[in-house]
């Protein structure tokens, strides 16, 4: 479960990666023993913030919990906006952009 949320988090952040030719305009991070935190803003329009935490550290029940959201400008100008949770329910993106699945 921890590589699943892991990894949605590091996909969240590879989409809104900076183009190679833009300048980071704001980098900042913090991390610790059971938390961290990050965000950043560069030059072409991309933006991300992230926190993660450890619950229950320790037990059998350890589980990572992180928000975030990220924003870039897509292809067509537009400006597209995720905000995330990923925890031991899963990774759970939302956006205006993003198909939602028919009610049961």
Request: aromatic share 10%.
């Amino acid at each position: 479960m921890k590589f699943i949320v892991l990894f949605a988090a590091l996909f969240a952040v590879a989409l809104a990666a900076p183009r190679p030719d833009a300048e980071i305009l704001r980098n900042e991070s913090e991390v610790g023993p059971e938390s961290y935190s990050y965000s950043y803003e560069t030059s072409d329009g991309n933006k991300a913030q992230e926190e993660g935490l450890l619950k229950n550290a320790g037990s059998e029940n350890e589980a990572i919990s992180v928000t975030g959201q990220f924003s870039y400008v897509g292809d067509d100008g537009q400006t597209y906006t995720v905000t995330y949770t990923a925890d031991e329910n899963g990774f759970q993106p939302q956006g205006a952009h993003l198909p939602v699945a028919p009610e049961a």
